[in-house]
C-alpha cells in the first residue's frame, strides 16, 4: 500500500521565512543551532537579533495595515524618567531619578489589528512562544492577555521619539517594518545597571550626553529583536522625515492571564478594557 506523507501547512508560513529560521521544527538540529545563537548574542550583546526573520511580503503587509489604522492611532506625548516614577530630586537635579526624559508616539492596540494580519497569526501560534521561551530558557511563556498591548504596533513620526529608560519587564519581543528617513535610532547601554547596583554615576553620565557606555544596535525591515531592557538603558532617538518608524511589539509572560492595570492603558492606548 502507497502512503503518501501530508505536511500541514502553519498558520504563519508566509510570515516567517522558514528557511533560515524553522521555529516550527524544533526537533531539528538547525533549531537548536538557531536557538544557541540567540542565546550566545543575549549574553554577549544583551540582545538577539534575527535579520530577515519576516518574508518581505508580510513585513510590507504589516505597514499597510498601520496606514488603514492610523486614524485609529493613541497619540501619547510625556515627559518621565529613566525609572518611569515620579521625578526624586533628593539626591540633587543632576540624580538620574531627577533628570526628565521625552517620549512621544503612536500606538495601535491589539484589539485594532485584524486576525489574519501576518505578525498577529504570528504572534498567536504556540511554535513562536516556545521559540521565545527556548531563547531565553524559560520552561514556558504565554501570550499577554491585554487586549490592547498583548501585541501593539508602534509608530514614530517626524519629531517623536522614546526617551532613555529602563524597562520594567526582564525582556521584550520586537519586529521592524520599516525604518524613518533619518533618526529612530535604536541606543543601548548593556548591562549598565543590576539587581545589586543601580550604578547612578554610570547612568548619570548617559543621560548628561556621555557616549562611552552607548551602543548602537543596527536593524532592517524584517528583523526580529529579543532584548533584556531591565538592565540596560536604551532609548529611540529623535525621528525626522516624512516616512516613519513603524514596529510591533509581542508581549509574553511568565503567567497566564497578564494584563495592564486600567491607569496603564489609559497612559498608552487612550481608554480602558
Known amino acids: 500500500m502507497l502512503v503518501i506523507m501530508t505536511t500541514t501547512a502553519c498558520a504563519y508560513e508566509d510570515v516567517v521565512d522558514l528557511r533560515r529560521y ?16 540567540c542565546q ?8 538577539a537579533q534575527l535579520g530577515g526573520f519576516l518574508t518581505p511580503a508580510a513585513a510590507g503587509e504589516m505597514i499597510a495595515e498601520s496606514g488603514r489604522l492610523a486614524d485609529r492611532a493613541w497619540a ?17 537635579p543632576d540624580h538620574p531619578r531627577a533628570l526628565m526624559q521625552h517620549s512621544a508616539k503612536k500606538a495601535i492596540a491589539h484589539d485594532l489589528i485584524p486576525s489574519g494580519a501576518p505578525v498577529r497569526r504570528l504572534y498567536e501560534s504556540d511554535d513562536m512562544s516556545a521559540f521565545i521561551a527556548a531563547v531565553l530558557s524559560k520552561p514556558l511563556l504565554y501570550r499577554s492577555a491585554d487586549p490592547f498591548d498583548a501585541l501593539g504596533i508602534a509608530v514614530f513620526e517626524d519629531g517623536d521619539e522614546l526617551g532613555w529608560h529602563f524597562d520594567n519587564s526582564e525582556f521584550s519581543v520586537t519586529v521592524m517594518y520599516t525604518e524613518s528617513d533619518a ?25 548628561l550626553g556621555d557616549p562611552g557606555a552607548v551602543v548602537r544596535l543596527p536593524t532592517s525591515p524584517g528583523t526580529l529583536a529579543v532584548f ?36 496603564t492603558q489609559e497612559l498608552f492606548y487612550g481608554r480602558t478594557a
Not at 501619547?76 to 540633587?92: E, K, L, M, N, R
Request: some cysteine; overall charge neutral.
Open 22 to 37: 524553522p521555529i516550527n521544527e524544533p526537533g531539528c538540529a538547525e533549531y537548536r543551532t538557531l536557538v544557541q545563537s
Open 40 to 47: 550566545d548574542q543575549l549574553r554577549d550583546r544583551g540582545v
Open 76 to 92: 501619547s506625548d510625556q515627559s518621565h524618567t529613566v525609572y518611569f516614577q515620579p521625578p526624586d530630586d533628593s539626591g540633587g
Open 183 to 207: 533618526g529612530g535610532h535604536f541606543d543601548y547601554c548593556p548591562g549598565l545597571r543590576d539587581e545589586h547596583d543601580e550604578n547612578y554615576p554610570g547612568v548619570r553620565k548617559v543621560l
Open 228 to 263: 533584556r531592557g531591565q538592565h540596560a538603558l536604551h532609548r529611540v532617538t529623535r525621528v525626522s522625515g516624512p516616512r516613519p518608524r513603524i514596529n510591533s511589539i509581542l508581549t509574553y509572560g511568565e503567567h497566564p492571564g497578564m494584563k495592564l492595570n486600567r491607569l
